[in-house]
């Protein structure tokens, strides 16, 4: 072995800590799930949908709502068993007005 390779031990290290990082990040609301069906981008107060399906009307009502709370960046994402995971940017007072226009539209 060479002596300017780092020991086994520290990449195991390194590579527990990445992934204790990744956790953090997801349950912080700083990142989206990576599964999620579908994922809506808020970029300067305009929701995009990025992935899955979602009903035109429903994007504006979701825009509407996230303009009212002065909300310009962030994520919603919801799940294939409808759960629906917020960023830390969307505050939590319009959860559940979102939450009732996204899992109420195909209804």
Known sequence: MGADRPPL???IWIGSALVILGFLALGAGLLPPPRAATLIRVRSGKPRVIRGPMRPDA???VGAILRGAGVSRGFIAIT???RVAFSRT???RV?????????NQWA
Not at 95 to 103: C, G, P, S, T
């Open 9 to 11: 031990m520290l990449w």
């Open 59 to 61: 994007t504006e009502q």
């Open 80 to 82: 294939s068993q409808n």
């Open 90 to 92: 969307i505050p939590a």
């Open 95 to 103: 959860h559940q007005r979102l939450r009732n226009v996204i899992l």
